[in-house]
């Protein structure tokens, strides 16, 4: 059984840093892909940023520079540092996993595994 839970989210003014954390009490995805996504109001669930085969990160290009996805693999967590926000980072953001991934990992579709997310707020 995967469960996937989210915390770290809140209310922060734009220039400001969070650090979401993505616990995993299931069984590890050490050759597949664990993955950030967020959705804002009125907007679908977007790419944020994901980590393969536990080594290698992308990010969605808005985030590059900012945010950074790391993984401790004796908690087995899966942590997204967020610097320098901005309010268009507003969003619930969502942890997933996936046992493979067939290219970056970018597509909601390829991961089974979701967490319930967690609001970040980011004020002007």
């Known amino acids: 059984q995967v469960q996937l839970v989210e915390s770290g989210g809140g209310l922060v003014q734009a220039g400001g840093s969070l650090r979401l954390s993505c616990a995993n009490s299931?069984?590890?995805?050490?050759?597949?892909?664990m993955g950030w996504f967020r959705q804002a109001p009125g907007k679908e669930r977007e790419f944020v940023a994901a980590i393969i085969r536990r080594v290698l990160a992308y990010y969605e290009d808005s985030v590059k520079g900012r945010f950074t996805i790391s993984r401790d693999n004796a908690k087995n967590t899966v942590y997204l540092q967020m610097n320098s926000l901005k309010p268009e980072d507003t969003a619930v953001y969502y942890c997933?996993?996936?046992?493979?991934?067939?290219?970056?990992?970018?597509?909601?579709?390829?991961?089974?595994?979701w967490g319930r997310g967690t609001q970040v707020t980011v004020s002007s």
């Open positions: 299931g069984r590890t995805f050490s050759s597949g892909a």
């Open positions: 997933a996993a996936a046992n493979f991934v067939s290219g970056i990992g970018r597509t909601t579709t390829e991961y089974p595994y």
